[in-house]
């Protein structure tokens, strides 16, 4: 009998849970027996639900790949343990000295510079562009960085802008040891904040707050002045708009297509082998996404700068900027999906959710009425 209670109960609650969508003219009561004919006349909607439930490929799209254990037995392990006391107690403590050693040249060349120095600005620029390029480079030699670079060299021109796609805030530290690029970055909180007020203004970076309108607009005007200086650094965006898993690409935003200049199409492709290079924002911070880094054997990539290209007569915005995640998704080998990613700093309308509810119960009671 208790069982019997219970289940009363829940299906009281459920009535009451569909009474919350329909009115309570539309609700009858069901038959007490069900045919098969009734559950198949619903299938849509239970394929669209398991659809979403096995074929996710929005959430894959910002989902660590973790590792196979490889140390699963008594010959291995040994092995693995060596590794760990290696990376652990032996490289990591000779990077982090690598990095501070770094942190303490650049900052005693770069503040007499940034702040006293008053002549000659053009040698200023590109004694801080080289300073900035170096710092840079000390980071990637902290995670024994093995990068190889394929095409020609970005050069400082009017009339252009670089979009690469999106896996951490490394790619922007890779990409600047080569060439000192003006990013156009997230806002972010504590020493990386510091470094952007404090080091990357000076090679011309903007920043922006997603949550802002109004920066938008800024952000905007910004880009159309930075393209049209011929002694500016070379314009960089990412226009993914977040980090993804290096193994999909979302939607580029259309803003870095709608300028008028060439777009120079840079490709980002890490290799897993030693560490997933990854940073998934929501879960871990930056701090701990680098000394992941650092306590890997090496972070392994290949970057290829890709031809330039031109928006071609007829060609919306929209077409133009699909065309160039093409080229990357093609030359990077990454899987293409048809996702906005700033879904994933907002959740889902209410009003979205509550209007799928409702279309499921009407269908399921009419189903039921027949």
């Given at each position: 009998m208790a069982g019997l209670g219970a289940s009363i109960s829940e299906a009281d609650l459920d009535h009451l849970n569909i009474e919350e969508y329909l009115t309570a003219d539309s609700i009858q009561e069901a038959p007490k027996k069900l045919q098969l004919s009734d559950l198949l006349n619903i299938s849509p909607t239970?394929?669209?639900?398991?659809?979403?439930?096995?074929?996710?490929?929005?959430?894959?799209?910002?989902k660590s790949n973790s590792q196979e254990p490889w140390n699963w037995n008594i010959y291995l392990f040994p092995l693995w343990c060596l590794g760990v006391m290696i990376r652990y107690g032996f490289l990591f403590p000779l990077r982090v000295a690598i990095l501070a050693v770094g942190w303490i040249v650049f900052f005693a060349a770069f503040l007499p510079v940034r702040y006293f120095w008053t002549e000659n600005m053009k040698w200023k620029r590109k004694i801080e562009r080289k300073l900035v390029e170096m710092m840079c480079?000390?980071?990637?030699?902290?995670?024994?960085?093995?990068?190889?670079?394929?095409?020609?060299?970005?050069?400082?021109?009017?009339?252009?802008?670089?979009?690469?796609?999106h896996t951490s805030m490394i790619d922007f530290i890779?990409?600047?040891?080569?060439?000192?690029?003006?990013?156009?970055?997230?806002?972010?909180?504590?020493?990386v904040g510091f470094i952007q007020?404090?080091?990357?203004?000076?090679?011309?970076?903007?920043?922006?707050?997603?949550?802002?309108?109004?920066?938008?607009e800024v952000v905007t005007r910004k880009l159309r002045e930075h393209t049209q200086g011929a002694d500016n650094n070379p314009l960089l965006i990412f226009p993914e708009g977040t980090c993804v898993n290096n193994q999909y690409t979302v939607m580029f935003k259309k803003g870095a297509f709608e300028l008028g200049c060439a777009v120079c199409p840079v490709a980002i492709k890490y290799n897993k082998i030693f560490v997933d290079a990854f940073w998934n924002s929501k879960k871990q911070s930056f701090t701990m996404h680098l000394v992941r880094l650092m306590t890997s054997w090496a972070v392994v990539c290949d970057v290829w700068y890709l031809e330039p290209q031109y928006l071609r007569p007829g060609e919306t915005p929209i077409e133009f900027a699909e065309r160039v995640r093409d080229m990357i998704a093609t030359r990077a080998g990454l899987k293409k999906v048809p996702w906005d990613g700033y879904l994933k700093y907002f959740r889902p309308s209410p009003k979205l959710t509550e209007r799928k509810q409702q279309i499921f119960a009407e269908s399921v009671l009419q189903r039921l009425e027949k």
């Open positions: 239970l394929t669209e639900a398991a659809g979403a439930i096995i074929d996710d490929s929005f959430t894959r799209c910002f480079g000390v980071f990637v030699a902290s995670w024994t960085g093995v990068v190889k670079y394929h095409g020609p060299r970005p050069s400082m021109r009017p009339q252009q802008v670089f979009v690469a796609n890779i990409l600047e040891q080569m060439t000192a690029f003006a990013v156009i970055m997230q806002k972010h909180p504590g020493w007020k404090t080091i990357l203004e000076s090679v011309g970076c903007i920043w922006f707050n997603r949550t802002e309108a109004k920066d938008r």
